[in-house]
């Protein structure tokens, strides 16, 4: 690790943005399917403002301040990675509500004249009957601004209504102030969630074609079987002894042959998805030919001749012949088969049941929606009465139910504590919201707050915060409107939804790293509780400048309070006493004035020396050992939510660590023929971490017996698992038993291993 790395400006390279535009124009040229390369085409266009917006100067990457000219309240375009694109959210043409409500109040269609409208009285009582009625939309925060502004007016603040209009202002020619008028008020109170709309269901089942070899092959079973068996029987009534064509056709067999051939005339122009029958090389294209030479009165030759009766024999063998039981039997199954109803004609069923239900919110009752075809239904739309709704289809709509959170994970409709942190904000936007006193202003800021999280978050560099909901002036403007902090009293306070997400995530997505997204809202929820315990991020090793903000010393300090004296304190080999009495010595010198608030240089320190980093040169190994340092003595926020939020997991610590080593495993089994396997490897010692977590928190009995049990998990996997994790398992045994690893890591000369996931060098496991 560079000594000097706090003191070296970093700046960011545009390799990163090149790169992303590089490959979203090999997509656009590239890709079979016309939407991916529309959309990887507006992509290339941003990632090209990104380019240009750097070159210029417009965008100073790693700020809080990215586009010159607006503040940091004001919301930033942002790409993957946190680039701005120099443009703003709420900037751009007008939107078609804006034009809309300009031509309703009669002024020009200029958003500094739609903001001065709103300041009048006719535009105050606009505003007023959205506030009282609920019917509006927050797409981008600063839509919230001007109803802040009424509701300001009507509650007798004309100074901090004033105060925040001159704060506005100079951005009125350029942003969009203006709320979204809504047919009915948006849902946003109460403990459920939902990930998807009624409209996004719509629009993934309005996505749907027939699968092209489905209906090929329905095609086949309906049309071109029961066909080849009608000229398989007309060949039969001319053979003689079995050989076909051993007796001259005479005219009857003639004419019913030319009525065959004009019927797959007829039904190969209806029915054009199976094309076997075209092929003169299958059977039923040597039956058809056939019939044609004779038809047409010239003789078969010698090889045709073979063809065909070859063809005659094979079908009979291979089915039997037409109308005997077995062949009835087994063209009544294919039948059956062609008959069942496609997945494409269930969606628009499915369409039509979903078109009754408002669009903008999720589904209640989804038993109701995927039941079979009704009788009603079959007499409407031809599908058999009965048929069951397919589960690609049930799928789609179940993403839209809206149900509590532990509810939607039990059903895997969030599979992932990455999707459980797409639908959080919309509990933590009632919990926050909770605290004010008005109903109208509550909605307001639970839309705001709703909106506000939809903003990405940018690249910073130098320890820099990402702008708070807070910050913005309407939210500030109100401030003063929120009653006393909610606690666990509160069935619906911040601690109570926080306890309840904690709860959540740990029980449902063991051994994985709690995602930024996640984190941050549990941050707004301990800052609302005032929980006096911090949230801490994961920090980017690519940009990682070598300093810690001061509360990772904040969260280690829960965590020894915790873990002292532990398993995860030996077996990690931290001095949790020391690390508590920093922490002390270090709020003191705060409260003095003599510590700096953006770093602490001492807990930076300690992380890179327990990293024991070989090379003295920057680069993104030695970032990641340092920083994996910073997360083994915080835990990584677990301490933080058993201490202080007192989650209890349903199922015990002890099963909790042994789902964490399922995941450990599954991980390891990737390592196997995996060119790339470091991040796999990572991930499988953030796992392993959480499972020591959790183990530390049982007795040292109900720890040997889960080490027993560990064998029997291993040995359910490939051999190559037990013999990659077999160093952590020594490791481990023998720090249940009171030994410990030596400064290098390892113990038992070198055949037990401590498990971190960064290295300088090559990994053991690989």
């Known amino acids: 690790m560079n000594d000097n790395a706090e003191q070296q400006p970093l700046t960011v390279s545009p390799s990163y943005p090149e790169s992303l535009l590089a490959q979203a124009f090999v997509t656009a040229l590239t890709h079979e399917d016309a939407g991916t390369r529309q959309r990887a085409e507006v992509r290339g266009q941003r990632w090209r403002q990104v380019l240009a917006a750097m070159a210029s100067g417009q965008v ?87 109803l802040t502004v009424a509701w300001l007016v009507r509650h007798g603040e004309s100074g901090a209504a004033v105060d925040l209009v001159a704060e506005l202002e100079p951005f009125a020619n350029r942003l969009r102030f203006l709320p979204r008028p809504a047919g009915a008020p948006v849902s946003g109170a109460g403990a459920a969630v939902h990930r998807r709309t009624v409209s996004d269901a719509v629009d993934t089942l309005g996505r749907r074609r027939p699968n092209a070899a489905v209906e090929a092959q329905r095609e086949a079973l309906a049309v071109w ?134 669009q903008d919110g999720g589904i209640t009752d989804v038993t109701a929606l995927l039941s079979p075809v009704s009788k009603e239904e079959s007499r409407e739309t031809g599908l058999p009465a009965g048929a069951v709704v397919p589960a690609g289809i049930g799928q789609a709509v179940e993403s839209a139910t809206i149900a509590p959170l532990d509810t939607l994970v039990e059903r895997g409709v969030v599979p992932s504590a990455e999707v459980m942190a797409e639908l959080v904000p919309q509990l933590v936007a009632a919990a926050t919201a909770h605290a004010y006193g008005d109903g109208a202003l509550r909605g307001l800021m639970a839309a705001n707050y709703r909106a506000f999280r939809n903003r990405r978050s940018l690249l910073l560099l130098h320890l820099q915060k990402q702008v708070r909901v807070e910050e913005l002036p309407w939210v500030r ?62 920090l980017a090793a690519d940009i990682f400048m070598g300093t810690f903000g001061p509360k990772f010393l904040g969260a280690a300090r829960v965590a020894a309070e915790l873990l002292r004296g532990t398993l995860y304190e030996r077996y990690y080999g931290i001095d949790y006493a020391a690390i508590r009495n920093l922490a002390i010595l270090t709020a003191g010198q705060a409260l003095t004035g003599s510590a700096g608030v953006r770093s602490h240089p001492g807990f930076a320190a300690l992380c890179a020396e327990r990293a024991a980093v070989a090379s003295r040169h920057w680069s993104v190994a ?95 996997h490939p051999a190559h698992v037990a013999t990659r994790l077999a160093p952590a398992l020594a490791g481990l045994a023998l720090v249940v038993e009171g030994a410990g690893f030596g400064e290098d890591g390892t113990a038992d000369a070198g055949r037990a291993r401590r498990f971190t996931g960064w290295t300088t060098d090559r990994h053991w496991m690989r």
């Open 60 to 146: 100073t990457v790693g700020s809080r301040t990215p586009v010159t000219g607006f503040p940091a309240w004001v919301t930033p375009e942002v790409m993957r990675g946190g680039f701005s694109t120099g443009a703003v959210s709420a900037g751009g043409p007008l939107q078609p509500h804006e034009t809309d409500a300009a031509r309703s109040f009669g002024v020009p269609a200029e958003r500094r004249a739609l903001f001065a409208y709103c300041l009048t009285e006719p535009g105050l009582t606009w505003l007023w009957a959205l506030l009282d009625s609920g019917g509006y939309e927050i797409g981008v925060p600063e839509e919230a601004a001007l």
């Open 225 to 358: 079987q029961p066909f080849g068996d009608e000229l398989l029987v007309h060949w039969l009534h001319n053979a003689g002894d079995g050989q076909v064509l051993e007796v001259a056709p005479d005219a009857d067999w003639l004419a019913r042959g030319q009525a065959l051939l004009g019927r797959y005339r007829a039904l190969a122009a209806q029915h054009t998805r199976c094309t076997k029958h075209r092929k003169p090389k299958e059977n039923l294209g040597i039956l058809r030919g056939a019939l044609e030479e004779v038809v047409a009165g010239r003789p078969l030759g010698a090889r045709r001749l073979g063809l065909l009766r070859h063809a005659v024999r094979s079908m009979v063998r291979r089915r039997g012949l037409p109308g005997s039981d077995a062949h009835t039997a087994l063209r009544r199954g294919q039948a059956d088969q062609a008959a069942l109803p496609s997945h494409y004609a269930l969606a628009r069923l499915m369409l039509g049941r979903l078109a009754a239900l408002p």
């Open 477 to 538: 403007a109100v401030s003063g409107q929120r009653t006393a902090v909610l606690g666990a009293s509160d069935d619906e306070g911040a601690l109570a939804v926080l306890r309840q997400l904690g709860e959540v995530a740990v029980h449902a997505f063991p051994g994985t790293l709690l995602p930024n997204p996640l984190v941050r809202e549990f941050g707004v929820l301990g800052r609302e509780c005032d929980l006096g315990a911090p949230f801490v991020e994961e």
């Open 622 to 716: 030695a970032n990641g050992m340092v920083i994996e340092q910073a997360q083994i003595l915080t835990t990584h926020n677990l301490a933080t939510l058993v201490d202080r939020v007192g989650i209890v997991p349903r199922s015990g610590w002890a099963d909790l660590a042994a789902r964490c080593f399922v995941t450990v495993c599954r991980l390891t089994a990737r390592v196997h023929h995996n060119p790339r396997p470091l991040r796999t490897i990572k991930d499988a010692a953030y796992a392993w971490r959480q499972m020591l977590f959790h183990l530390s928190l049982c007795p040292q009995a109900e720890q040997r017996r889960f080490l027993a049990e560990l064998e029997v998990e291993v040995a359910r």
